[in-house]
């Protein structure tokens, strides 16, 4: 008889996820080295953090937020999708 796998389930956000993603979210950004130091948390674990489709939608949702609390008046003809996408969209614009 086969075993059967077992599914694992991933745990939800926690309030270091939630850290992280508001440390993630500054622009100019901090690098993960630094990020993970002020979490208490290895680099690594950043980076698989980041993995998570979960993790990356509230990271998105925080970026699109800090975008609009700086200019709410201001519609942008950009599609900001990823946070590389807002990044670039600050440094052509002058603000980094």
Known sequence: MAK???RSRRLPLNERHYAAIELLSDVPS???EDIAY????SRMTLYRWRQREDFDKELHKA????VRARHPR???RWELDTPAQV???FVVSGWL
């Not at 002020?38 to 948390?41: E, Q, R, V």
């Open 63 to 66: 970026i699109m937020r800090k």
């Open 30 to 32: 901090r690098n993960h």
């Open 4 to 6: 059967k796998k077992r």
């Open 38 to 41: 002020i979490l208490g948390i």
């Open 74 to 76: 201001r519609k942008t």
């Open 87 to 89: 990044e670039r969209f």
